[in-house]
T-cell receptor, first 112, second 114 residues
């Protein structure tokens, strides 16, 4: 069984500041992928960033980067230079085969 | 727009009625997934197809739920004898055979059972 835990139900950040969202997971598989998805209010889920477990280098996508700590089973998301459009629910997800297992989400509010 | 599409976007029904949702995946994506998301929670896996074959079903998928993908393109999810607990957002996603772990989601169908 796979589990994903997001311990921060809500977070807020000032526009242009940096924020880090936490995620821990558990799986017995050696080969797996980790993802962060963004779900804006009343809008569809968008893939933000992905990380292959076999890669040691942390993934980056423009203002988004991850801190992947495989031994600790931790996968945090850092958003730099936060923008108002980053306001959304953020879900951490794990795939070790055919389906995604999601965490409970973190609601991020970017304040002007 | 060539993303995943879902219809209808909203469905309100009375308890006991049957409902059917449709999902059109991104073209050339051979895998199609259904998830259910209740308010304030992360999506939960229901089932997935590779081409027309339904390869995995969650225990969340009770006997009242059935999904099909007859020609390996669009898929339908039917809920029979709806219950109030079925009220949720039903999400569809698809992925390409070469990057199957990377799933792209549709806008969802929000079901309200009165």
């Amino acid at each position: 069984a796979q589990t994903v835990t997001q311990s921060q139900p809500e977070m807020s950040v000032q526009e242009a500041e940096t924020v880090t969202l936490s995620c821990t997971y558990d799986t017995s598989e050696n080969n797996y992928y980790l993802f962060w998805y963004k779900q804006p209010p009343s809008r569809q889920m968008i893939l933000v960033i992905r990380q292959e477990a076999y890669k040691q280098q942390n993934a980056t996508e423009n203002r988004f980067s991850v801190n992947f700590q495989k031994a600790a089973k931790s996968f945090s998301l850092k958003i730099s230079d936060s923008q108002l459009g980053d306001t959304a629910m953020y879900f951490c997800a794990l795939s070790a085969g055919n389906m995604l297992t999601f965490g409970g989400g973190t609601r991020l509010m970017v304040k002007p | 727009d060539t993303g995943v599409s879902q219809n209808p976007r909203h469905k309100i029904t009375k308890r006991g009625q049957n409902v059917t949702f449709r999902c059109d995946p991104i073209s050339e994506h051979n895998r199609l997934y259904w998830y259910r998301q209740t308010l304030g929670q992360g999506p939960e896996f229901l089932t997935y197809f590779q081409n027309e074959a339904q390869l995995e079903k969650s225990r969340l998928l009770s006997d009242r739920f059935s999904a099909e993908r007859p020609k390996g393109s669009f898929s339908t999810l039917e809920i029979q004898r709806t219950e109030q607990g079925d009220s949720a957002m039903y999400l569809c996603a698809s992925s390409h055979r070469q990057t199957y772990n990377e799933q792209f989601f549709g806008p969802g169908t929000r079901l309200t059972v009165l």
